[in-house]
């Protein structure tokens, strides 16, 4: 079987990655730098100063601040270099999955203002990504949709979320964005939603439950909110100055 090898001298750069690699339950072997590598090294993490052996070998040069990085470099050529794909489970807290080829290499829960910014960080480094986004929650799932300038997929989500056990709250929508990562779709370039009178009602209710004076947006606040181009407490703020 090919490993990953870890071989430094910066013990901050040491301690990070082999601290994912464990994490991740990667198998992987740490050598003196200099020393003879295992005969099955397929991919080398060093550091900036490290010298490296001239083996054909993939090298990758890591940087101590980051870690995940690195190991998710190492994983990608592992796999052959395996395709970025992250699954969306859209929400107002999107759960988000970044797979290299078909092994999850990091998944987030965040407010849905700071999905599109994860996932343009996650893909940045990435030669040929594609995002996949469930087409369940449409009005959160356009945002994030009109916010990427890579290739995007609209996935049936139907039967996407797990049934959890004991324990497993709040994983739902991470483990919901795996199996859409997993799954094709059709691509789109964006995603054009006209709320409806229920889905404007919601969001209504939401800014009476986050004004402290049980304030209400009108329609109009309601369908900038709906498009994204506003929060609710922007909303809120300018229906106040109104």
Request: proline fraction near 5%; glycine fraction near 10%.
């Amino acid at each position: 079987m090919d490993v990953i090898v870890v071989a430094t001298a910066d013990f901050e750069l040491y301690h990070g990655v082999v601290t994912e690699l464990r994490e991740r339950g990667v198998e992987f072997t740490t050598v003196e730098p200099g020393d003879e590598l295992p005969e099955r090294t397929h991919v080398l993490i060093v550091g900036d100063g490290d010298d490296v052996p001239d083996k054909e070998i993939e090298i990758v040069r890591a940087d101590p601040t980051e870690p995940r990085r690195a190991v998710e470099s190492a994983l990608s050529s592992l796999r052959d270099g395996g395709r970025t794909i992250v699954g969306v489970d859209p929400g107002d807290r999107p759960g988000i999955a970044v797979l290299s080829g078909d092994v999850v290499v990091a998944a987030f829960h965040v407010p849905l203002a700071d999905a599109a910014g994860v996932i343009t960080d996650e893909i940045a480094d990435a030669a040929d990504p594609i995002v996949r986004v469930g087409d369940g929650a449409r009005l959160t799932g356009a945002s994030v949709i009109d916010e990427l300038d890579v290739p995007v997929e609209l996935v049936d989500e139907t039967g996407t979320t797990p049934s959890l056990g004991t324990g497993a709250r709040g994983m739902g929508d991470v483990l919901a964005a795996v199996n859409i990562a997993r799954r094709s779709g059709e691509q789109v370039r964006e995603r054009t939603v006209e709320p409806t009178v229920g889905e404007l009602d919601v969001i209504k209710a939401r800014s009476r439950e986050q004004s402290a004076t049980n304030r209400e947006i009108d329609e109009t606040l309601a369908r900038r909110v709906a498009a994204g181009e506003l929060t609710i407490q922007e909303a809120l703020a300018e229906h106040r100055g109104q």
